[in-house]
Every structure is written in C-alpha cells, then in structure tokens.
C-alpha cells in the first residue's frame, strides 16, 4: 500500500509537468475537437495507461480479499472500479492526440485496452456484451442491472476522478489549474447525422464480428485490442467523436452542448447495441452455417463407409 501510495504521489506530481491545459474547444458545424496546447514534457502523458492499471490492480486484490464472492457485490465493485479507472483515462486522450495525432491515439488505446484485459479481472467497462448476454438469455436480469448500475455510477464518477486529479496537481502546473476550471464541452461532427449514425451501427457490427473470429485461436485473442483501437482510431478521422461503447461516451460526452438527450441516447447507446447484437446473429449464424456444412459432409463419408461395407 505504501508503495502504491508513494507510486500515485510521484504520478500525480508528473502529471502536473507534462498536462496540457484544454485551451478551447473549436466550434465548426460538423466537428468535435479538443484542442490544447503543447507539453511542457509530452511523453510523460504516456505513463497514465501504466499508473491506472496499478492501481487498478491494488483496487481489485482488495476487493477480492475483503468482499465475499457470493451473490453479486464482488462483481458490482470489480466493474464499478474498473469503469472509473478506464473511462478516467478517456480525459487525456486529447493531450495525447494533439501533441502525437492519430498513430499515438492507436497506440494509448491499445494499451489502454490490454492492460485492463489484464487487470480487470472480467470487469466488462462496456454495457454492450452484457446486454448481449442477456438478449440471448445467458445471464440474469439481475446480474444485467448489477452490472449496468456500477458502469453507469463508475462513469458519473470517472469525470469527477479527472477534474481531482487536475484539482490536486493544480498547485504544480497551471495547465491542471485551467482544465479543472474550464468546464465548457460542445459537440459536432464532421459528417452529417445519417453518416455519423450509420457510421456507428456498421462500427458497432465490424467489432462484433472482428472480435469472434480473433477469439477463436488463443494466438489472435491478443490483436482484438488492437482492432478496437483501430475502429476508434478511425472513427476518430472520419466523423469526430466515436462511439462504441456507450459507458465511455456517456461518461466523457453526456451534458455537452450541441446534442440533446433523446439525440445522445441514440446516438451512443441505441446504435452500437444494435450494431452489436446485428453482429452477434451474423456470426451465430455463419457459425451455424460452418457447422452444418462439417456435419453434411461427415454424413457422406459414413454413407460412403456403410457403402463400402454393404459391398
């Protein structure tokens, strides 16, 4: 615990040196950006992805050692903390892409994305699966609303944790001082409202099916960060601000201007299920394909053998 304490202290007070404040949000009728201004010491925003998963580590051996497996607490706290930890560190995507662009963003989120594969301990941090899960009746109703309830409180909490962190290294960098004052957030696009929705639910379906096929060998489950990333990574270039999973959006997204709230929830919860779930019967039914195909064709090779013998 000392150590992990000593290891935030020493985090927080780099932070401090290498933010970069949230200098404005540019307004244009078809685009969200996050502008700041250039780093005093850049490639330290690179740590943060590091830092989480630490303590996120500590977070959950705790919670594992102190709160009884049986029923649903354990799983309640293993997503509510990891959902903060992960969305919080949606906060500095900004800095990163602003000083790196769009190869940096690939990298950060991709590492972002395996490190909580690691660390999560099967906390999901996206509403998504789940509700997958239950569509085709494998989990129960109430494991559906333990789940959702800690991802949606962990969101609510996520902006909170990173206007903290900006608050308490405000004293050592006025670039936190800024970002912890300036609340303002408006969001555009730089397609128009059919691509942009469009352009969700395909996402949403590519993902879906990338991920199946990736997770059948365990030498590919390892890429499936990757290809999230790149999806994201290119939603980025193509319409602004992506969605996919609908925690994170709701987290860093939901209150800002230009969007209203029957628009948002649409937008970044209605889409990517659907997408999701039109991907999910795509593969089950590919797959079920695959394997009638294998069971016909080992039919005719016990006809043929029953054949055989009969003469």
Request: hydrophobic content about 45%; glycine content about 6%; proline content about 3%.
């Amino acid at each position: 615990m000392l150590v992990q304490e000593s290891m935030f202290h020493m985090a927080a007070a780099k932070m401090g040196e290498a933010m970069r404040k949230l200098h404005r949000v540019q307004f244009d009728e078809r685009i969200v950006w996050l502008q700041y201004s250039d780093p005093d010491n850049r490639s330290i925003a690179l740590h943060l992805p590091i830092f989480t998963s630490s303590n996120k580590l500590n977070n959950l051996q705790l919670t594992a050692k102190f709160v009884s497996p049986r029923g649903n607490s354990q799983l309640f706290l293993y997503e509510l903390i990891g959902t903060i930890q992960m969305c919080t560190c949606v906060y500095e995507n900004g800095v990163i892409f602003k000083n790196y662009g769009f190869p940096a963003i690939f990298l950060c989120v991709s590492l972002l994305l395996t490190a909580g594969g690691i660390f999560n301990r099967g906390a999901l941090t996206n509403c998504v699966p789940i509700i997958e899960q239950y569509y085709y009746n494998n989990v129960s109703s109430s494991k559906l609303l333990t789940v959702l309830t800690a991802q949606l409180l962990g969101a609510v909490f996520a902006s909170r944790v990173a206007y903290a962190i900006w608050g308490l290294t405000a004293a050592y960098s006025t670039v936190h001082f800024e970002n912890a004052n300036n609340l303002d957030c408006v969001l555009q696009y730089k397609q128009a409202a059919g691509i942009v929705i469009g352009f969700e639910i395909a996402g949403a379906f590519l993902v879906r099916v990338v991920i199946s096929h990736l997770a059948i060998r365990p030498s590919t489950v390892k890429l499936i960060p990757f290809a999230i990333s790149a999806y994201l990574t290119l939603a980025l270039y193509i319409v602004g601000v992506p969605g996919l999973n609908p925690i994170v959006a709701t987290a860093r997204l939901y209150g800002c201007q230009g969007i209203d709230n029957n628009s948002f929830f649409i937008l970044y919860w209605i889409c990517p299920i659907v997408g999701w779930l039109m991907g999910s019967h795509f593969v089950a039914k590919t797959t079920t394909g695959k394997k009638s195909a294998k069971e016909s064709k080992a039919e005719k090779k016990q006809k043929a053998a029953a054949n055989k013998k009969a003469n």
